[in-house]
């Protein structure tokens, strides 16, 4: 199973549909958005262009208008939900979350989860940065940004079940 992993795409469309036409190439099974979508408009807009795949996605701290962003994602059968959210692929647990705080606070988080190895996966958003690391065998992944208001817009490809895991720049 291939997952396509994002966050942080704040309503940018422009780039947000350059990273569906790379994950599309990569021939994903699921998508997981880890946050801060913002407007329901984002969520159409991936609902329609990946109809075919299964959509899970996190409210993150930037997401106000949680009530039609649950009305769009129902539209289009995509799970939304607070975080954490715990999703089991193939007999493996994925802890995903957006973030708490800074950097370091949401990295100490990851770090600690994946220490107690319980989970195949810890991924995350917030920090607008790439990161992938392993911890006693266990993924951390932060994807980046679609975004590109800080960093280079990014996103990344989980193989699931090797937990082998790319970070790719928005071409």
Do not use: C, W
Not at 94 to 116: P, R, V
Not at 156 to 163: D, K, L, M, Q, Y
Request: cysteine-free.
């Amino acid at each position: 199973m291939i997952l396509g992993v994002i966050s942080d795409s704040h309503d940018n469309i422009k780039n947000l549909e350059k990273v569906v036409n790379q994950l599309i190439k990569f021939n994903i099974d699921a998508l997981i958005h880890l946050g801060d979508i913002i407007s329901p408009f984002t969520l159409k807009f991936l609902g329609e262009k990946l109809k075919n795949k299964k959509i899970y996605a996190i409210y993150g701290n930037n997401d106000g208008d949680k009530l039609y962003l649950k009305r769009t994602a129902d539209i289009y059968k995509i799970q939304i939900e607070e975080q954490p959210i715990i999703l089991n692929l193939d007999g493996h647990s994925l802890f995903m979350f957006h973030g708490f705080g800074d950097l370091d606070k949401t990295l100490a988080i990851a770090n600690s989860l994946a220490k107690s190895k319980v989970y195949s996966s810890i991924i995350f958003g917030h920090i607008h940065k790439p990161y992938l690391n392993y911890v006693n065998g266990v993924l951390i992944l932060s994807p980046g940004e679609v975004a590109g208001i800080f960093n280079n817009p990014s996103f990344a490809i989980i193989n699931v079940p090797s937990f082998s895991a790319k970070i790719l720049q928005v071409e």
